[in-house]
């Protein structure tokens, strides 16, 4: 099973060659997917501590801390593969897998982010791929009753063959109710709870460490889990009430590399070992081995270490819900994963081999060759008609069709809902978070090191037109093969932006997740770099937090931030033909200033409606605040030497439109930041006029315009 090189590691540490079931150990616990081989090394150029970070990555999620008592359980996986050989199961078992980290960390789960990634529309199997993993996410979600409050869905013809499906979960718990996936004492017992094992999702781990391959449908789906989110609302609480009563010592979720992963790494994370008794593992089919039962990726299974005397109190308040349980083992003084089955010994390995034995290294990388920029395309002769088209590109479309399928309000702490920059919950009192999550591919695609710091600075203004601070990035690291030295070099810097700008914004990143081998062999194609993140944000009072629309007839409209002719990996130029020509946007020097201007100006009480600039540029944004009125907008002083496309349509970062009914006010509190008053809200259109052009677009157009997704899944 197992690599030459592996096999010659494992077999000159351990004195022996390893038997099958040890190989299948190795095989998934040494792969990219669980021992981040060739990105460890990157990822530890993170900034992961801050004044608020409890509990940094390692762990099952992170633990970052909201006051008063209160905590945040954070935490972001994928489930790429699995969605695209079974779209809806693949996606439904991300939600449970990424919802039992918070669990296991003792928080209740209370809010869920979507970002996705598609390839477009026009093709019936990236319809069908669409559509499913949409009713998976809104299948599990809704019937855990956590609600999805904030997403993304990216589209483009590097993701056919291979969709992407990142999840961010976020949990609430009083800060002494957590626990950890570190093991505390030999002779603790070890208890499994939940559904029974069975062989689905064997070798999943293995499985998102390769490439799909045309025959991928067929052939990999068993290794593809199987979701029931009925049993997962039962472990939800089984395991809350386990924790809240004092019986758990350590917790664990039994995600990737199943019960040989989970078992493993906690005793490793307390420096011991484990002694596991394969044949007390309560099993859903017949005639499975010890391999099996091992490596199932069966969902909704916990683990938890439990003192001997709690054992049956554990196994009590799992029957009361209705769960499998059983002891399956116990810790040990001595540092080897042991498993026992029909009184065999059928592995024996050196723990600390098995879980930190992974040789970790930076693979080669080759930059591309220089990037020419390219000719610009001719200007449209008509703007109002590319206006209307940009805004209707499924990209920038209204996503309502998605986020309607959604619960996005059960648990009552929802504030904005979906379709927002930014979405809100209210935690307590006043008090509360807001969660912005994605990332621009194209952009990352051209420049992997601007696209990841951009990354960082887009959620990040996202937050600040709602009045928020970020406090925690968790990350989703989505690329094509890392042994291809062109693709592990986008991977390296991209990384590199991310974290410088999560430096200079004072924002550690406190988890995540990589996911590489992102490649069709069926389309001949490697994903676009998708740095895709979760940013979570402190907010004081959830009642100042503006909405993304015009309110107040006669309300000044002011542009903050600068726009530059930026083009590169633009909508516009996408949709003209030109997807690698232009200049891609590069962070500003002051973005840092120019999102605490904006944080501090909604927080005075003095902005009535606010959006951040991104897909789509300065035109688009315009458009989505015309939904309940019109404006009339002057852009004669904004990018008086560029081009009227490179006004319009430019995807320059750290840029947002804001309104007030008190202009005076708001300029004095946006000081020496660079900020244009360009119009007043009001009427029935928007009216748009600049150097030698003018736009008039209905509010009906507008409108229609926006619903080109939804008017799509509904015919």
């Not at 009072?541 to 931030?561: K, M, Y």
């Amino acid at each position: 099973m197992l690599s030459e090189n592996d096999f010659k590691i494992v077999t000159e540490k351990m004195g022996r060659e390893p038997n099958l079931v040890e190989q299948g150990c190795f095989l998934n616990l040494w792969s990219e997917h669980c021992s981040y081989r060739s990105s460890a090394p990157l990822l530890r150029t993170f900034t992961t501590t801050g004044e608020r970070v409890i509990i940094g990555p390692g762990d099952d999620a992170a633990i970052v801390s909201f006051g008063n008592g209160w905590v945040l359980a954070i935490g972001m996986e994928s489930h790429n593969h699995p969605s695209y050989v079974d779209p809806y199961n693949g996606a439904a078992t991300g939600v449970g897998g990424i919802v039992r980290d918070i669990i296991s960390m003792g928080a209740r789960p209370i809010a869920l982010m979507d970002p996705l990634y598609f390839g477009p529309l026009n093709s019936p199997k990236n319809l069908y791929l669409f559509e499913h993993i949409i009713k998976g996410i809104a299948g599990y979600g809704n019937c855990i009753g956590v609600p999805v409050v904030r997403g993304e869905a990216f589209f483009d013809e590097a993701y056919s063959g291979n969709p992407l499906v990142n999840v961010v979960a976020v949990g609430l718990a009083r800060e002494e109710d957590i626990v950890t996936a570190c093991a505390q004492k030999a002779g603790n017992k070890l208890v499994l709870m939940g559904s029974t094992t069975g062989r689905d999702g064997l070798g999943g781990a293995s499985f998102a460490s390769r490439d799909l391959s045309e025959e991928s449908e067929a052939e990999d789906r068993p290794s593809i889990q199987i979701g029931d989110p009925f049993t997962e609302k039962l472990v939800i609480e089984a395991t809350l009430e386990i924790i809240r009563k004092g019986y758990v010592k350590a917790c664990r979720d039994l995600g990737a590399a199943g019960l040989a992963g989970a078992s493993s790494e906690m005793a490793s994370k307390g420096n011991l070992g484990m002694y596991i008794i394969a044949d007390n593992v309560i099993l859903r089919e017949d005639g499975m081995v010890p391999y099996e039962i091992l490596i199932a990726e069966s969902q909704e299974r916990m683990l938890f270490e439990v003192e001997p005397q709690n054992v049956q109190a554990v196994l009590d308040v799992a029957k009361k819900y209705d769960l499998n349980a059983s002891m399956i083992g116990e810790l040990t003084k001595e540092l080897k994963y042991t498993v026992e089955f029909k009184e065999d010994i059928v592995a024996d390995i050196p723990i600390k081999l098995l879980t930190e034995g992974a040789p970790t290294f930076e693979r080669p990388s080759r930059a591309p060759a220089p990037r020419e920029e390219g000719d610009k395309p001719e200007i449209p002769k008509d703007l109002k008609e590319t206006v209307l088209k940009v805004l209707s590109s499924h990209n920038v479309a209204s996503k309502k069709w998605i986020y309607r399928q959604y619960d996005h309000e059960v648990q009552l702490r929802t504030v904005m809902k979906p379709g927002d920059d930014a979405g809100i919950l209210r935690i307590s009192g006043n008090e509360g978070i807001a969660m912005s999550c994605g990332c621009n591919p194209r952009h990352t695609l051209l420049d992997p090191y601007q696209g990841g710091k951009g990354t960082l600075v887009e959620n990040a203004m996202n937050l600040a037109v709602k009045g928020s601070r970020g406090i925690a990035v968790v990350d989703c690291l989505n690329f094509g093969n890392p042994e291809k030295p062109d693709i592990y070099w986008q991977f390296k810097y991209a990384i590199l932006g991310l974290g410088d700008g999560c430096r200079e914004l004072s924002i550690p990143v406190v988890g995540g997740n990589v996911s590489l081998y992102n490649e069709s062999e069926e389309f001949r194609t490697a994903i676009p770099p998708t740095p895709s993140i979760g940013v979570i944000g402190y907010i004081s009072d959830v009642n100042i937090a503006p909405r993304s629309v015009f309110v107040n007839e006669g309300d000044t409209i002011i542009l903050v931030g600068t726009t530059k002719d930026e083009m590169g990996g633009s909508e516009y130029y996408s949709l003209a033909g030109k997807k690698k020509n232009g200049k891609v946007p590069r962070v500003p020097e002051n973005a840092s200033d120019i999102i605490d201007a904006v944080i501090r100006t909604v927080e005075s009480g003095k902005v009535t409606a606010s959006h951040d600039i991104s897909l789509g540029g300065l035109a688009a944004a315009l458009c989505k605040m015309c939904m309940n009125m019109g404006a009339s907008v002057d852009l004669t002083s904004t990018g008086q030497e560029m081009r009227v496309d490179d006004v319009l349509f430019s995807e320059s970062y750290a840029r947002a439109i804001i309104t007030t009914s008190d202009p005076e006010a708001v300029e004095k509190l946006l000081g020496n930041i660079p900020h244009t008053v360009i119009g007043t809200a009001g009427g029935s259109e928007l009216k748009v006029t600049g150097n030698g052009f003018g736009i008039s677009v209905q509010l009906e157009e507008i409108k229609e315009a926006e619903e080109s997704l939804t008017k799509l899944m509904m015919e």
